[in-house]
């Protein structure tokens, strides 16, 4: 079983930049993509970013120019970088993992437990 941690969420104003970790342990082998989904209160879990094993890249497109995903496979971590945060952006940010791309939530095997990211205005 694939256990999928977090770190490096928090507050941050308007305009700010945040670095989010996941690191993986478990069954890695079955991992060959890794990524990121967020939730807003009220809202759908929406894609942000997914990564594969070897590191091509899917961007939601509110994101593209601003967020980087990147992955050290030597320690099964994936992070994401997030650049000019909107307030509106403000959710939950789950890490997601699993044998297929994971451009829908139904793809996503293992989830983390997820990490606040707040945006004041």
């Known amino acids: 079983q694939v256990q999928l941690v977090e770190s490096g969420g928090g507050l941050v104003q308007d305009g700010g930049s945040l670095r989010l970790s996941c690191a993986a342990s478990?069954?890695?082998?079955?991992?060959?993509?890794m990524g990121w989904y967020r939730q807003a209160p009220g809202k759908q879990r929406e894609l942000v970013a997914v990564?594969?094993?070897?590191?091509?890249?899917n961007y939601a497109d509110s994101v593209k120019g601003r967020f980087t995903i990147s992955r050290d496979n030597a320690k099964n971590t994936v992070y994401l970088q997030m650049n000019s945060l909107k307030p509106e952006e403000t959710a939950v940010y789950y890490c997601?993992?699993?044998?297929?791309?994971?451009?829908?939530?139904?793809?996503?095997?293992?989830w983390g437990q997820g990490t606040q990211v707040t945006v004041s205005s």
């Open positions: 990564i594969s094993r070897g590191s091509s890249t």
């Open positions: 478990g069954g890695i082998f079955s991992i060959n993509f």
């Open positions: 997601a993992a699993g044998p297929l791309r994971l451009l829908s939530a139904h793809d996503v095997e293992f």
